[in-house]
């Protein structure tokens, strides 16, 4: 099973690229065989991660340990090998009356991610973070022993390997809640903004929604700075869907999916295409409040729809740069970033608001906190390191932190609030690169 190949290997922001040995393994002993005769290794699910936590000279890919092991369709409870993908269990799952309770931006990521990461979604304000769903899970840690984690047994380790990025140990299977839908479609308001005043008002307005969510322009500045659409939703009940899909309100029909065949060339993403996208994209609702009823993939997962787009970067990739500060502070560090961000000319079309609820306080290890969250991409170029040098000061000030899935070019101190993963065999290239930075 082992094989000592070096394999290139790069997460979703193509950023960094490295060359490691990759094993595989698709039985427990091979699990253990992997992490007893290895060092300095780390988990990898499917590199949706955009910079470097899952890579290391040695890795352990879930990719060939994915199968369901339980659904409970009576009552939403699912149990699964950590490789499998949320896109996996929403076929299962959606056409069951069941949606998963807390989804990121794309289904291609793992559950063993979802949970390494605790990710957070377009809910955060009502349903937190994977980890308020998640009832158990096994982990096998360093000396190959395999605990089976909840809020009851090991909660130490339960709560440090929630957000805990791989570095207690390999999970390899979780129990979870799904959450019950009528349908599979998401009742959809697009509002414009046409600045941060604006924005922010419709994020305290919309409170009661359960999903919402903001696109920004970010190449905007003076008056239409936080020039924005804020998108919301809820599932659709069935009484409320318009008649044509009410049919087969649980069936999507599959879509033909784009693909970005090649790494487009370094000159194709710049400022002027950037502001041209931002302005079809702000534009093409027509109209200031749009409502609708769309699918879910539409609603969810809508980058999914282009395979490969990371390739839109070129062949030198890009970095996603996620923060979080607190609500009170929310609006002055938002703009301080936004005018720093406009004025370095280093734009982004991919820009996403959101307003954190509270977090649960046990799940320590978690990026969320009550406040406002921005994720932006950049690409790799010469001025990004002195950019992201300048925002991880701001958002330092404000008494915020970073996102340490998407933390690739940020100072270690914004992302050193990780507790208790010390298990000297877990590592991945992101500690390394923060003790270089020491
Ligand atoms: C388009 C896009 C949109 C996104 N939107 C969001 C969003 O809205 N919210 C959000 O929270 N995140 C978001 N993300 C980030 C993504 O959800 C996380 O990075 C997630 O952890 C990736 O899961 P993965 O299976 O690809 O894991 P990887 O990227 O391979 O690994 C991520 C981390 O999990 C660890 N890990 C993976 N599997 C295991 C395992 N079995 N045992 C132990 N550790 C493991 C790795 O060591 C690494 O530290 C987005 C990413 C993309 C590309």
């Given at each position: 099973m082992e094989n000592n190949k070096l394999t290139p290997v790069a997460n979703w922001g193509l950023y960094p690229s490295i060359k490691a040995k990759?094993?595989?393994?698709?039985?427990?002993?091979?699990?253990?065989?992997?992490?007893?005769?290895?060092?300095?290794?780390?988990?990898?699910?499917?590199?949706?991660?955009?910079?470097?936590?899952?890579?290391?000279?040695?890795?352990?890919?879930?990719?060939?340990?994915?199968?369901?092991?339980?659904?409970?369709?009576?009552?939403?409870?699912?149990?699964?090998?950590?490789?499998?993908?949320?896109?996996?269990?929403?076929?299962?799952?959606?056409p069951s009356g069941f949606f998963i309770s807390v989804t990121p931006g794309t289904k291609f990521i793992t559950v063993g991610g979802a949970i390494a990461s605790d990710i957070h979604g377009k809910n955060h304000h009502v349903d937190g973070c994977f980890s308020d769903h998640l009832i158990y899970f096994d982990l096998m840690i360093e000396n190959g022993d395999?605990?089976?984690?909840?809020?009851?047994?090991?909660?130490?380790?339960?709560?440090?390997?929630?957000?805990?990025?791989?570095?207690?140990?390999?999970?390899?299977?979780?129990?979870?809640?799904?959450k019950?839908?009528?349908?599979?479609?998401?009742?959809?308001?697009?509002?414009?903004?046409?600045?941060?005043?604006?924005?922010?008002?419709?994020?305290?307005?919309?409170?009661?929604?359960?999903?919402?969510?903001?696109?920004l322009d970010c190449m905007q500045k003076g008056k239409t700075?936080?020039?924005?659409?804020?998108?919301?939703?809820?599932?659709?009940?069935?009484?409320?869907?318009?008649?044509?899909?009410?049919k087969s309100p649980l069936k999507i029909k599959k879509k033909l999916n784009l693909n970005i065949p090649f790494f487009f060339p370094n000159f194709a993403l710049n400022p002027l295409s950037i502001k041209i996208f931002n302005w079809i994209y702000f534009n093409k609702q027509g109209k200031k409040h749009l409502k609708n009823y769309v699918d879910y993939e539409t609603f969810f997962y809508p980058l999914d729809a282009v395979h490969n787009w990371n390739?839109?970067?070129?062949?030198?990739?890009?970095?996603?740069?996620?923060?979080?500060i607190p609500k009170e502070q929310g609006k002055e560090g938002m703009r301080?970033?936004?005018?720093?961000?406009?004025?370095?000319?280093?734009?982004?079309?991919?820009?996403?608001?959101?307003?954190?609820?509270e977090n649960n306080k046990e799940a320590y290890n978690s990026f969320p906190m009550k406040g406002y969250t921005l994720a932006l991409d950049f690409k790799v170029n010469d001025k990004l390191e002195k950019l992201i040098a300048n925002l991880d000061?701001?958002?330092?000030?404000?008494?915020?932190?970073?996102?340490?899935?998407?933390?690739?070019?940020?100072?270690?101190?914004?992302?050193?609030?990780?507790?208790?993963?010390?298990?000297?065999?877990f590592e991945s290239m992101q500690n390394e690169r923060i003790n270089r930075f020491k």
């Open positions: 990759i094993i595989s393994p698709t039985s427990i002993l091979e699990f253990q065989e992997a992490i007893l005769s290895n060092e300095e290794l780390i988990t990898r699910g499917n590199g949706r991660c955009y910079g470097d936590a899952s890579l290391q000279n040695t890795i352990i890919s879930t990719a060939k340990w994915n199968k369901f092991i339980n659904f409970d369709r009576q009552n939403g409870l699912i149990e699964v090998e950590a490789g499998v993908k949320l896109d996996e269990i929403l076929e299962v799952s959606i395999i605990l089976r984690c909840s809020r009851h047994d090991y909660p130490e380790l339960f709560w440090s390997t929630i957000g805990g990025m791989g570095l207690t140990g390999v999970i390899l299977s979780a129990q979870f809640m799904l019950p839908i009528e349908t599979a479609y998401i009742r959809n308001e697009a509002i414009q903004a046409n600045n941060l005043d604006e924005i922010f008002e419709l994020f305290d307005s919309s409170e009661s929604w359960t999903y919402n969510v903001a696109w700075l936080g020039k924005s659409i804020m998108l919301r939703g809820e599932h659709a009940t069935l009484d409320e869907l318009p008649n044509k899909l009410k390739r839109i970067y070129g062949k030198n990739g890009f970095i996603q740069y996620q923060f979080v301080q970033i936004l005018e720093t961000i406009a004025a370095s000319g280093n734009g982004s079309f991919l820009v996403v608001l959101k307003l954190f609820g000061r701001i958002v330092m000030d404000f008494g915020g932190h970073i996102y340490r899935t998407k933390d690739a070019m940020s100072n270690p101190a914004l992302t050193d609030y990780l507790q208790n993963v010390d298990s000297p065999k």
